[in-house]
């Protein structure tokens, strides 16, 4: 028996792909999405807002970006990411449909079928596409795994109730526990 043809798609595929419909594009293999949760929505919202205040308060160059929002992780056609929150620093990364090339800093919720993906696939793409800065923030534990990439490398996992402070937004500290008034 023939093994099945392997589809190897494009950034072209998921242009293509019909109003409303969602995926991501990583090594050439395609990953539809489902529709968020009320709570994945709820702490993507709080998250945003906190990042996003923080930045215009303190006038950085970083500029902060909420899913739907294109990632040309490699600068390649072959992998397409919308990450739940991605901080850019380098506005020369920033185009028309995105950015192309490694935010410095992005943050995944995690739900019951997305999990193999945030916690494996795209933690391998992520660091070594240059990302410095990666939360995985998981509402069925309450639980926040953040990765620190660069010259010291590090890995560290919070309870919500737990003060983030974030290396790539300096003076920029989170409890998800407050923001979601838990």
Known sequence: MP???EHNYTINDIYSL?????????DGTLYMM????????????????AIHS??????????????????????DDKTYVEPDISVICD???????GCAGAPDWIIEVASPGSQKMDYLTKLFKYRTAGVREYWIVNPMQETVQVYYFGD??????????????????KGLNICLAELLQM
């Open 91 to 97: 506005a020369g990364k920033l185009t028309d449909r």
């Open 152 to 169: 010291q490398e590090d890995s560290v996992q919070y309870a919500f109730i737990d003060l983030i402070e974030s290396k790539v937004l």
């Open 34 to 49: 489902a529709p968020p949760s009320r709570i994945h929505q709820e702490i993507v919202g709080e998250l945003f807002a």
């Open 54 to 75: 923080h930045i215009k308060a303190n006038g950085g160059d970083c500029r902060s970006f909420i899913a739907p929002f294109a990632v040309l992780l490699n600068e």
């Open 18 to 26: 019909p109003e409303g419909e969602r995926a991501e594009l990583i």
């Open 3 to 5: 093994l099945p043809e």
